[in-house]
């Protein structure tokens, strides 16, 4: 007779016992008395020897005594071998150490523990782990005395693993494409599978998928051109430790510093890339053509103890974007068939993540190109401001800072900014930066300037077609124009005024300029405001990405304290101001310009005030001579001389006192007449038979550029041309 039987037989005695002990307190119990036995010795049969639910029955010492037919093949090793010892001495693992102890409990207690897990690997199936779910409760003989404790097991493992699959998808669904960077959305998915699905993955993409290229149609002449873009391995016997990342690195943005990986004519990888099919490989040897060609195996692991592997190509469209590899080496057992559509099913979305953030990169590359191109060339300024800007490019691609030379050694600053994401708002950027510069050219005062920009921006949006988010409105825009003759700053702001000044002593104060409405938005007409700013000092423009990670007026004060007392020089102050105001990994684009300036020294300025009077003109002519020798400018003084008497003349003609003749020498010598009148000179093309009406046209032949801006009183004509070496 067996084991097994034997027991059933002592455990039917047993019954049979209690039930005649039962019979001899109750009394009989009638006719059906001998079907009950029969059921009753039935249903012990079927749970000794049919039932698929594991038995043990363990004596109050916790020592194996009784199993059935189901228990045989739910352990480490055969029950026969652990009868009579303890569950910690029988199968000395963790799950024994858990059941060992709610078994105590229960024995204490008598409240049964249900469903708790345990786990082992029965003989029958070694290199795999089975979960089990536990059901213990106390035995009692009619009188109370505890006779031990009973122990019922279901194999759950399929479920388990169904369950394990089932979160694992869930999490990789909550874990995988977080953000738009290569690099990072394949650490997430090596951080997903290790050590959930395998104990060790390398994720490695064609170099087109870190540089935001078009994806290549097949392997170039050498093969496929693979980059590492993350590894993960748990510890293993030859290299214990953990291993994260290794042999990657950079930004997928610029030239990315990854580390090559060469996949061989031969190696089954190029293959797998081929054909777009994966590979499940359960019994890996040591001579394998895997382990023979295989490029670059992650930092950590152990070439010579993996025993499985996948190989999952990372496609999208039919496009290979790259090939992950997982590898087992532990005891867990080799790979299978669930296994590789769960690792099929994490690739794919992370092929999608890994394509988004490809995209992203190739976009933000061509909105950066697009930005630098239209980045602001080191024109010539006044010799009184000294100027510096700084742009921290998130790859929106709508914020400027511009510094604009003016006649009379005066000149703009601006900085604005416009919504939106990608390269259409950098193009926008571009035309309205275009346009400051036009309209700069032409003398237009701050709060007239806002308001051409302003009709530019509607026409902008009626022109275009595309949806609100890329529409010009909303575009913010500050322009200030800093003349050194007068020490005045005039200023006018479409959407909130970044505009700091900081003082000779060092203090700092936010200009009140009136926040106008966003270009394009109806409000009130734009105000323009001026600013007396004696002695030297400094002015900052900035655009609201700048203070992007403050909420109310805390960016103001964090830009205060960055401010003041601050020497150094324009370009060392942008950067100190964006690295530490603007957060590292910014939403929205930041720019910055410091402007340091003073007055221009009144020796290079000449003013005299002339009278309407023909015979004014040979006086001016007489002062420009007299003031271009002290400057030891004789060599422009015919041609100055005869811009002069043009101007004062027509002034004279066709204007009205008070007449104002200036000479500003910087690095230019400007020439200045204003007049009382409000009427704009125009050059005429005259006959050969007239006898006027050359003035304008021999002023522009002689002069690099000329031009008239308007006063709040009166006109302005002027003249410029740059000095020689030898001036």
């Known amino acids: 007779m067996n084991e097994s039987a034997e027991s059933g037989l002592i455990m039917n005695e047993q019954a049979e016992s209690g039930r005649r002990a039962d019979s001899s307190a109750g009394g009989s119990a009638g006719g059906g008395e001998g079907a009950a036995d029969a059921v009753e010795r039935a249903l012990l049969e079927a749970l000794l020897t049919r039932s698929p639910v594991g038995l043990f029955v363990l004596d109050p010492e916790l020592r194996l005594t009784r199993y059935n037919a189901a228990a045989e093949g739910m352990q480490g090793t055969r029950v026969t071998e652990g009868l009579g010892l303890r569950p910690t001495e029988a199968w000395p693992d963790f799950s024994a ?19 708790f897990e345990k786990r082992g690997r029965p003989p029958g199936d070694p290199d795999r782990e089975h979960v089990y779910s536990a059901s213990v409760f106390r035995l009692e003989d009619p009188e109370g005395h505890v006779l031990g404790i009973a122990d019922l097991v279901v194999d759950i493992t399929e479920q388990h693993r169904a369950q394990e699959r089932l979160a694992l998808i869930a999490e990789a669904g909550a874990r995988i494409g977080t953000g738009l960077d290569v690099l990072r959305t394949a650490a997430e998915l090596a951080d997903v599978v290790v050590p959930r699905l395998a104990d060790g993955v390398t994720v490695d993409l064609v170099e087109q998928v870190l540089a935001g290229e078009e994806l290549p149609d097949g392997p170039g002449a050498d093969g496929w051109d693979l980059r590492r873009a993350a590894s993960r391995s748990v510890p293993c016997r030859t290299r214990p430790g953990p291993h994260p990342s290794g042999d990657v690195g950079g930004r997928p943005v610029d030239a990315p510093a990854v580390a090559p990986v060469v996949s061989p004519a031969g190696a089954p990888a190029v293959q797998v890339l081929a054909d777009h099919r994966p590979r499940l490989v359960r019994a890996l040897g040591p001579d ?6 295989d490029p670059a195996p992650g930092p950590g692991t152990p070439e010579d103890e993996v025993h499985s592997l996948m190989a999952v190509p990372v496609l999208a469209r039919d496009s290979v974007l790259g090939l992950v590899t997982f590898h087992r080496w532990t ?23 890994l394509d988004n953030a490809r995209r992203y990169v190739r976009e933000r590359n061509s909105v950066l ?18 100027a510096a800007h700084h742009w921290v490019q998130s790859g929106a691609g709508g914020d400027w800072t511009d510094v604009i030379a003016l006649p009379g050694a005066r000149v703009a600053l601006v900085a604005g900014s416009t919504p939106g994401r990608g390269v259409r708002t950098a193009a926008t950027m571009g035309r309205l930066r275009t346009a400051v510069h036009t309209m700069a050219a032409l003398g237009l005062a701050p709060d007239e300037l806002m308001a051409r920009l302003d009709d530019l921006v509607r026409q902008m949006d009626a022109e275009t077609a595309e949806p609100p988010a890329d529409s010009p409105v909303g575009a913010t825009c500050l322009y200030a124009v800093y003349d050194p003759v007068t020490c005045r700053c005039t200023a006018s702001a479409a959407g909130p005024a970044g505009l700091a000044t900081v003082g000779p002593d060092g203090g700092v104060a936010f200009a009140g300029v009136p926040a106008g409405p966003p270009l394009g938005r109806p409000g009130t007409s734009f105000a323009r405001t001026t600013l007396d700013l004696s002695g030297e000092g400094r ?32 370009q060392d102050l942008c950067l100190r101001l964006t690295e530490t105001l603007v957060p590292a990994d910014p939403r929205d684009d930041a720019a910055v310009l410091v402007a340091n300036i003073r007055p221009i020294d009144p020796a290079r300025v000449a003013t005299w005030m002339l009278p309407a009077d023909l015979e004014a003109v ?24 005869l811009i002069v008497s043009e101007l004062v003349t027509n002034a004279i003609r066709y204007a009205e006192p008070p007449i104002r003749l200036r000479l500003i020498r910087d690095r230019a010598l400007s020439v200045e007449v204003s007049d009382g009148s409000s009427a704009a000179p125009y050059p005429r093309h005259a006959r050969t038979t007239d006898e006027g009406g050359r003035g304008l046209l021999l002023v522009s032949q002689f002069a690099q550029r000329w031009g008239t801006r308007y006063e709040d009183r009166g006109k302005t004509i002027w003249a410029e041309d740059p000095l020689t070496d030898a001036a």
């Open 97 to 115: 150490k858990i059941a060992e102890r709610k078994m105590n409990e229960v024995l204490e207690t008598g409240r049964p523990a249900l469903a």
């Open 288 to 293: 394998s053509a895997w382990v023979r060609h």
């Open 331 to 353: 005891a867990r057992g080799a790979f299978e068939d669930d296994d590789l559509v769960l690792a099929r099913d994490l690739v794919a979305r992370a092929a999608v993540a």
């Open 369 to 386: 190109t697009l930005q630098r191109g239209l980045a602001p060339e080191n024109s010539e300024v006044p010799q009184a401001v000294q």
């Open 539 to 570: 002015l900052v423009l900035f655009t609201p990405g700048l203070l992007q990670a403050f909420t109310g007026d805390a960016g103001y004060g964090a830009l205060a304290r960055a401010l003041s007392g601050s020497h150094e020089s324009p």
């Open 618 to 641: 040979a006086t001016a002519r007489s002062l420009t001579a007299r003031q271009l020798h002290n400057w030891a400018m004789d060599d422009e003084a015919f041609s100055t001389e």
